[in-house]
């Protein structure tokens, strides 16, 4: 996984796509936070910001 981070980074660096970074990192933020409500009891208000 640190290989593909590291790889994806310098790709990213070299093509000067850095705008992407933060795209990225929020999608990643989204994804995981409805993974981890899937079966919380905070599930019914973090859907209902979506």
Do not use: D, N
Not at 29 to 40: A, E, F
């Amino acid at each position: 996984m640190a290989s593909f981070v590291s790889e994806f980074w310098s790709f990213l660096s070299s093509r000067k796509k850095l705008w992407l970074v933060p795209i990225i990192v929020i999608l990643l933020l989204i994804g995981t936070l409805l993974i981890v409500s899937q079966g919380s009891i905070i599930a019914p208000f973090i859907y209902t910001l979506f």
